[in-house]
């Protein structure tokens, strides 16, 4: 089964504007992490962001903010005052509990237009 | 600052040919991982390995082995290339339980 949904193939914002970048999980465990990369057309992943399932508050991490909505299973990226280096795929992923396994989405491809 | 290397960005090989992917790490990780990523498909996990000699199948080990004889380095291997393991190759590492893995390059390989 699959254990992170990104639902949006891609995605356009406009230069200076916020954008969410959505992702949905599915565990049964209590314990687990979430993260956030960046992989621009050179290929390299980027970290980005990490929330842990324990944790409180929404983690923020620059011009990136985690939206944790833990009931509803979601940990949407938000990008704040989009760049033109922004533009890249976005990935969401979960380490589970035992902290060896990731699962990824399939991606989220942001274009920032000028 | 963590370094994950591999040993080719760009790989063209024969359909039947023995392929080996090198992947080393310099930060010491219990644990290193191969995944490969297709469009559309995200990544997925091929193999990894939590220490030396050990290893554990991910999602798609078909057509693949590991081999991991130093703590450093992770060696993924295609017994017999084909053109559908034509993708985009990542390896990555990271500290045991520890919040992030830590990627290399990649390599795009190419079966002909």
């Known amino acids: 089964a699959q254990k992170i949904t990104q639902t949006q193939p891609g995605m356009f914002v406009q230069e200076k504007e916020a954008v969410t970048l959505d992702c949905t999980y599915d565990?049964?465990?209590?314990?687990?992490?979430l993260f956030w990369y960046k992989q621009p057309s050179s290929g390299e992943m980027i970290f980005l962001i990490y929330?842990?399932?324990?944790?409180?508050q929404n983690a923020t991490e620059g011009r990136y903010s985690l939206n944790f909505q833990k009931a509803r299973k979601s940990a949407n990226l938000v990008i704040s005052a989009s760049q033109l280096g922004d533009s890249a795929m976005y990935f969401c992923a979960m380490r589970d509990i035992s902290g060896n396994q990731f699962y990824f989405g399939t991606g989220t491809s942001l274009t920032v237009i000028p | 600052d963590v370094k994950v290397t591999q040993s080719s960005r760009y790989l063209v090989k024969r359909t039947g040919e023995k392929v080996f992917l090198e992947c080393v790490q310099d930060?010491?990780?219990?644990?290193m991982f191969w995944y490969r990523q297709d469009p559309g498909l995200g990544l997925r996990l091929i193999y990894f390995?939590?220490?030396?000699?050990?290893?554990e199948k991910g999602d798609i080990p078909e057509g693949y082995s590991v081999s991991r004889e130093k703590k450093e380095r992770f060696s993924l291997i295609l017994e017999s290339a084909s053109t559908n393991q034509t993708s985009m190759y990542l390896c990555a590492s990271n500290p045991d339980r520890v919040e992030t893995q830590y990627f290399g390059p990649g390599t795009r390989l190419l079966v002909l």
């Open positions: 390995s939590y220490d030396v000699k050990m290893k």
């Open positions: 930060m010491d990780h219990e644990n």
């Open positions: 565990t049964s465990d209590q314990s687990y992490g």
């Open positions: 929330q842990g399932s324990y944790d409180e």
